[in-house]
T-cell receptor, first 116, second 112 residues
Framework: GAVVSQHPSRVICKSGTSVKIECRSL??????MFWYRQFPKQSLMLMAT?????????EQGVEKDKFLINHASLTLSTLTVTSAHPEDSSFYIC????????????FGPGTRLTVT | DAKTTQPPSMDCAEGRAANLPCNHS???????VYWYRQIHSQGPQYIIH???NNETNEMASLIITEDRKSSTLILPHATLRDTAVYYC?????????????FGTGTRLQVTL
C-alpha cells in the first residue's frame, strides 16, 4: 500500500512553454501533498505544501506564479511549470501524507524535466 | 525543525553491518528522528523513525542516544542494493508544520 505515482516520468519541453506534472496517491487519500525539486548532486528542496481544496504554501524563494500547484482532490495534485527556462530543468518529486494527524509521508518516483 | 549533521560519505563491504551516524544536538522534546534513503534517480524511501526508544523493522535498526542528541541507523547485512544516499531528518510527528526538510545526507557505497 501507500503508493504515489507521478506522470510523466520524463519530459522535455522548449523554453517558454508550460509543462504540467501530475502526482497521484493510488491507494489512500492525501490530505497534504508536497512538491520538492532536486538539482544534480544536491539534496531535495521543498518547494511548496498543499492541502486539498486550499491554496498552496510556498517556501521562501519559490515563485508561486511560476510554479502553479493545484490540489483539487484528495488523490491528485498537479505542478505546472509556466514559461519554463533551462534553469528550471530539474528532478521534481511529489510526496503525500494521508492526514494531518498521521506522520507517514510517501514519495513519488520523480519527474525529470529538461527544458531546451 | 532541528538541523542534522551527517558524514558526506561512507563505504561498507557487502554482508557487513552499515552504521550511519547522525547528530541532532538541537532536537526538541517533541521531535522525532526519521531516516529516508534515495537510490539514484528515484524518490526517497522511508526506512524507520523513532522518538527516544530504539526501533527495529525489517529494513533497519535505529539507535537513539539517551540524551537524544545523536542516532545511528544500522543496516545489519548491507547489500549492493543498499547503495544510496541516506537522510536523517528530525521533525514534529504531526501537524501542518511537520514537513520533511532534507539535509545533504550520507552517500553509502556498498562494495563487494
Amino acid at each position: 500500500g501507500a503508493v504515489v505515482s507521478q506522470h510523466p516520468s520524463r519530459v522535455i519541453c522548449k523554453s517558454g512553454t508550460s509543462v504540467k506534472i501530475e502526482c497521484r496517491s493510488l491507494d489512500f487519500q492525501a490530505t497534504t501533498m508536497f512538491w520538492y525539486r532536486q538539482f544534480p548532486k544536491q539534496s531535495l528542496m521543498l518547494m511548496a505544501t498543499s492541502n486539498e481544496g486550499s491554496k498552496a504554501t510556498y517556501e521562501q524563494g519559490v515563485e508561486k506564479d511560476k510554479f502553479l500547484i493545484n490540489h483539487a482532490s484528495l488523490t491528485l495534485s498537479t505542478l505546472t511549470v509556466t514559461s519554463a527556462h533551462p534553469e528550471d530543468s530539474s528532478f521534481y518529486i511529489c510526496s503525500a501524507r494521508p492526514g494531518t494527524g498521521v506522520s507517514e509521508q510517501y514519495f513519488g518516483p520523480g519527474t525529470r524535466l529538461t527544458v531546451t | 525543525d532541528a538541523k542534522t549533521t551527517q558524514p558526506p560519505s561512507m563505504d561498507c563491504a557487502e554482508g557487513r553491518a552499515a552504521n550511519l551516524p547522525c547528530n541532532h544536538s538541537t532536537i526538541s522534546g517533541n521531535e522525532y528522528v526519521y531516516w529516508y534513503r534515495q537510490i539514484h534517480s528515484q524518490g526517497p524511501q522511508y526506512i524507520i523513525h523513532g522518538l527516544k526508544n530504539n526501533e527495529t523493522n525489517e529494513m533497519a535498526s535505529l539507535i537513539i542516544t539517551e540524551d537524544r542528541k545523536s542516532s545511528t541507523l544500522i543496516l545489519p547485512h548491507a547489500t549492493l542494493r543498499d547503495t544510496a544516499v541516506y537522510y536523517c531528518i528530525v521533525r514534529f510527528y504531526t501537524g501542518t508544520a511537520s514537513k520533511l526538510t532534507f539535509g545533504t545526507g550520507t552517500r553509502l557505497q556498498v562494495t563487494l
